[in-house]
């Protein structure tokens, strides 16, 4: 199998080309120093809310819904990996708890909507969104 395509950085503006990685030498330590701040000032999973208890909840409602939504309706088949709160609770208990703000999705699917919500992967963060 021949080398991975030379493919240009990810930071914007670079025209370094890298092979096997998105950022160029110069903008690798950006990225995980961003991303070392960002866990420095986030709260743990569980002052989240994300406990035990949740833990039990998740694990039942996946076993309930074993397919990713998002993917179904896409005409895709897909096992779910996350549970996600539709409208993002924001730290309020009862939306957390509220299983009919729960859906089933895969890991990749997840990941993209908690992204436009909050900001992630260069979106304008919604007004207000915490992750969900």
Known sequence: MGAR???????????ALVRGTRYCPKHEHLTKQAAQQHDERRESSTQRGY??????ARKGFLAKHPLCVMCERAGLVAASTDVDHIVPHRGDKDLFWTRSNWQA???????????????????????GARGG
């Open 5 to 15: 395509p030379l493919k240009p950085c990810s930071a914007p503006a670079c025209g």
């Open 51 to 56: 406990s035990y208890k949740w833990q039990q």
């Open 105 to 127: 999705l895969c890991h990749s699917c997840h990941s993209r909507k908690t992204a436009t919500e909050d900001g992630g992967w260069g979106n304008a963060k919604a007004s």
